[in-house]
Nanobody, 126 residues
Framework: QVQLVESGGGLVQPGESLRVSCAAS????????IGWFRQAPGKEREGVSC????????VYADSVKGRFTISRDNVKNTVYLQMNSLKSEDTAVYSC???????????????????WGRGTQVTVSS
């Protein structure tokens, strides 16, 4: 079955770190660019980061640049989003998506996606 499954979400305090994972099955992640998105309550979904196939080049939204790091492990067929110095405004459901392109040139948009995971909740609160 072709699917993406996110994991690793949870409740953390401001300033702490968390790593969320996006595991693929039924296809190989190495041939696709993969994006992370998030949606906070009452807000529109926004693109957070993208990692290209091949050279693994990355793009980040300004709101997370310098704090979040996207990476991929082609052996484990998994993409990760390491989130450091978390803020309350990072609270959202985080979802990964397979993109229709191989190379990331901009922050991912929903129109670029061909497959979504169900998401994992990240809550940053004291």
């Amino acid at each position: 079955q072709v699917q993406l499954v996110e994991s690793g979400g949870g409740l953390v305090q401001p300033g702490e770190s968390l790593r969320v994972s996006c595991a693929a099955s039924g296809f190989s992640l190495r041939y696709y660019a993969i994006g992370w998105f998030r949606q906070a309550p009452g807000k529109e979904r926004e693109g957070v980061s993208c990692i290209s196939s091949g050279d693994g080049s990355t793009v980040y939204a300004d709101s997370v640049k310098g704090r979040f790091t996207i990476s991929r492990d082609n052996v484990k067929n998994t993409v990760y989003l390491q989130m450091n110095s978390l803020k309350s405004e990072d609270t959202a459901v985080y979802s990964c998506a397979r993109l229709s392109l191989n190379k990331c040139f901009e922050v991912p948009r929903a129109a670029m996606t061909t497959l979504w995971g169900r998401g994992t909740q990240v809550t940053v609160s004291s």
